[in-house]
């Protein structure tokens, strides 16, 4: 097609109190007694949450433990087991941040899909439709609620299932939820937010539709990061409407250099997506000048450590094993630097730019 027909996420409440309304929006899509499974952040363990969720019959929550984000072996096992318990599930619901959705979204697929999940790892790879599912976000920034890939670290490389089959069928966005998050790990998702919309505004890739949404996700983040000097429930609000218009800003678009570097960080240390963006961002002033400054401006103002020297004494195989990830990545560094990207980021400046972060 000359045109990409992108597809989004069916059904979106928006609205504090709005997952009290689970079970109603849930009891359409059960299927006889096949139960609801519902993958948790295990960081709400022994919190008041877990009481809250609309359980019936054989319905099961999974603690999910994203301590590292999802790996494809994760994945799999976890639809194994539910293949073993269940034969069939209703759907799958993910509550927490961009790697519990993201987990969610990739166990919908497997439970329908045969093989791994490392197969799937590209674009346009799914075959058929996952099991009913549906992203409850208690983080905000990732944007990981209306993307159409679940970000997975499989035994070669660190890519999504990118599909029209991966978008949920229906999110909740709860500001309520994102309450009580610390306040680091909010800075770190909502700059992934912030980093989604400076790579898409500044990318090659930009068009009207991805401008729209752009150019408000970054008045929201630069309202709640740069203008305000307290968070309030109003806050809690605009960060989730910032997560939702940056994640459709680049569905018709792309990120860029952050994004494209920080996989690599995350595929060999294990850095956490959000905290990665933000590490690499604090050295990218030759791609983003503008927004690497007002970066480091919200980074001063809300009082925020980003860690430094994390890639001192990697071994030159490491190096190796990172920059490969990395430049992988090709739609993100066509989107950065044009269609003659490999001309400009060669092997020697990217392992400049790992060495200084």
């Known amino acids: 097609m000359s045109f990409r027909n992108f597809k989004m996420v069916s059904y979106v409440v928006f609205g504090r109190g709005s997952f009290n309304q689970l079970d109603e929006i849930l009891t359409p899509h059960r299927k006889g007694d096949a139960p609801m499974v519902f993958l948790v952040d295990h960081y709400f363990e022994g919190k008041p949450l877990l009481n809250r969720i609309p359980l019936r019959g054989k319905d099961k929550v999974v603690l999910a433990d994203v301590t590292y984000e999802p790996k494809t072996s994760q994945v799999d096992e976890l639809a194994r087991s539910l293949k073993e318990e269940f034969g069939t599930i209703s759907g799958v619901i993910g509550i927490g941040g961009g790697s519990t959705m993201d987990l969610a979204k990739a ?31 208690t983080l905000s920034g990732t944007g990981a609620e ?23 069928d229906q999110i909740v966005l709860d500001p309520e939820l994102t309450k009580d998050a610390p306040a680091n790990q909010r800075f770190y998702t909502g700059m992934d937010c912030y980093i989604h919309c400076i790579e898409s505004l500044e990318g090659t890739y930009l068009n009207e539709f991805s401008k729209s949404y752009g150019e408000k996700a970054l008045q929201l983040c630069q309202k709640v990061f740069v203008e305000k000097n307290h968070w309030d429930n109003e806050s809690d609000d605009q960060l989730m409407m910032a997560s939702y218009a940056g994640g459709m800003s680049i569905a018709y678009s792309q990120v860029g250099v952050a994004h494209a570097v920080s996989y690599g960080l ?91 972060l």
């Open 107 to 137: 166990v919908s697929l497997m439970m329908t899909n045969p093989g791994s999940s490392a197969d799937y790892q590209g674009w346009d790879l799914v075959q058929e439709a996952g099991v009913y599912k549906v992203g409850i976000p």
């Open 266 to 356: 995350s595929y060999l240390l294990g850095t956490k997506h959000g905290i990665g963006n933000c590490i690499v961002m604090n050295h990218l002033e030759e791609y983003y000048p503008a927004g690497v400054k007002e970066f480091k401006l919200m980074v001063e103002k809300n009082q925020i450590e980003i860690p430094q020297g994390i890639c001192k004494g990697l071994t030159d195989e490491q190096f190796e094993t990172m920059m490969n990830v990395s430049l992988g990545m090709k739609p993100l560094w066509e989107n950065a630097l044009g269609k003659d990207w490999e001309s400009i980021m060669t092997r020697e400046k990217l392992r400049a730019l790992y060495e200084r």
């Open 146 to 168: 209306v993307s159409r890939t679940t970000v997975l670290t499989g035994p070669t490389r660190k890519l999504g299932m990118n599909s029209d089959f991966t978008p949920f």
